[in-house]
């Protein structure tokens, strides 16, 4: 079955520090994977999606970057980041063989200060 | 431009059937998803529809009418657990995934 992956759980970072989060797909290959950031109250966002190795589609302009060395995984960074990059970060995962659902990773919870 | 609609929130009582409608517009269309989110977690999946008809899954079914640009999901038998905020989200071209802002239901007893 598909798992997704993602670390760490929550993370506290000052402002203008760099970020990493990672994530990384079990069970499935060639999946199209995705990045979304929820901030507190509001609904998902999408930042970055990825239907193979190296191709990556931005929707929002800032100051993120997303990357995809391997198959089953994807990495959000920044430079330099932001007190607005506060929010929750979730990695989703659609399979493109079988059944065509979308799954969530657990999540990173992000505090910048 | 891409626009998902649903209500904000959303009331009802333990035992009752609820419906939450999501209205979209979007660039292409390839199946629409429901999911269920409770505060401070990941979203899980509900449902996937990708043709115009109902689905059926235990206390919850969802409905599609691609021509209308909607979308429902049908609670039946609300428990006390299933307070949450519901998450409508589209595919659309290119496979971007698009989600509305989600509806928050609160259950009552």
């Known amino acids: 079955s598909q798992t997704i992956h993602q670390w760490p759980a929550t993370l506290v970072q000052p402002v203008g520090s760099p970020l990493s989060l990672e994530c990384t797909v079990e069970g499935t290959s060639n999946p199209n994977l995705y990045w979304y950031r929820q901030a507190a109250g509001r609904g998902l966002q999408l930042l970055f999606y990825?239907?193979?190795?190296?191709?990556i589609s931005s929707e929002v302009p800032q100051n993120l970057s997303a990357s995809r060395p391997q198959d089953r995984q994807f990495i959000l960074s920044s430079k330099k980041l932001l007190l607005s990059d506060s929010g929750f970060y979730l990695c989703?995962?659609?399979?493109?063989?079988?059944?065509?659902?979308?799954?969530f990773g657990p999540g990173t919870r992000l505090t910048v200060l | 431009g891409q626009n998902i609609d649903q209500p904000t929130e959303m009331t009802a009582t333990e035992g009752a059937i609820v419906q939450i409608n999501c209205t979209y517009q979007?660039?292409?269309?390839?199946?629409l998803f429901w999911y269920q989110q409770h505060a401070g977690e990941a979203p899980t999946f509900l449902s996937y529809?990708?043709?115009?008809g109902l689905e059926e899954k235990g206390r919850f079914s969802s409905f599609l009418s691609r021509s209308k640009g909607y979308s429902y999901l049908l609670l039946k038998e609300l428990q006390m657990k299933d307070s949450a905020s519901y998450l409508c989200a589209v595919r659309a071209e290119a496979d971007k995934l698009i989600f509305g802002t989600g509806t928050r239901l609160q259950v009552f007893p």
């Open positions: 990825s239907v193979g190795i190296g191709q």
């Open positions: 989703a995962c659609i399979r493109l063989v079988g059944p065509d659902t979308q799954y």
């Open positions: 529809n990708v043709l115009d």
């Open positions: 979007t660039s292409g269309f390839n199946g």
